[in-house]
């Protein structure tokens, strides 16, 4: 399918990794000029490289940790500078510690605030009148199933991400008709961050090993495996073109069919 939005501009930070890779690749393979953001330089320009292998447009690199506020501001001024506007936002970033309520404390939960939530709040206003002055703005937030249903020893996750999913529908009125803002809930998927929770389970005793640990993420999806990060970043692809163009303030999830919630 041609999405429609070769020669279009997008922005999707914490893109040297993961999800956000794989969103800013299927973007850069639609024909989207696209900048990338990451806090490791070395892990962004090998990025950068992978993105650049698939692009028809340009694609530039910025570093910047987006907990800072002059970062995302930077990201955006320079996704204009570079392209000439700002068509497209895509809003991920690495997930929250896990771990069990009482061993989380005050400093935790305002990281996680910082980095999930207030990233978000401070892209999307900076981004904004970018948006709005292009032709049929989009803001899509990756975020996580645990907003649908909570995973055990993930509480800053299960909580915090909340806030996302009202933000992001909040801006789907408030933005609209000029803008669209959905969201994407993740489940498990082939990425650093899902190894790191498989390690960190390990280490607490739950997993005897990485095999074991795989088996258990895998277990109950219907599709009987982990997704492959491209899955999802098509679909960040097609809520960010026109060819979605009735769907907004949606949050969909993206997992296999692994979460039991109705709605």
Known sequence: ???DIDGNAALVS????GLGKASAKALAREGADVLINGRDEARLEAAREEVEAVATGDVVAQAGDITDPAVCEALVETAVAEFGG???LV??????PSGPFLETD??????AFDLLVMSV???????????????GGTI????????????????LSNAVRM????????????????IRANAVLPGAHETSRIEDLMAQAIDRGEHADMAEARAAWSEGVPLERIGDPMELGNTVAFLSSPASGYINGAAIPIDGGSTGSNL
């Open 1 to 3: 399918m041609d999405l």
């Open 14 to 17: 914490a893109s040297s990794s």
């Open 86 to 88: 700002l068509d497209h």
């Open 91 to 96: 809003t991920s970033a690495g997930g929250p």
């Open 106 to 111: 005050d400093r935790d939960w305002q990281a």
């Open 121 to 135: 709040v401070r892209l999307a206003r900076a981004a904004e009148p970018h948006l709005r002055a292009g032709d």
């Open 140 to 155: 899509v937030t990756i975020t996580s199933r645990s907003v649908k249903e909570a995973i055990d020893s993930l509480v």
């Open 163 to 178: 806030s996302v999913i009202g933000l992001e529908k909040t801006l789907s009125t408030e933005f609209a008709p000029e």
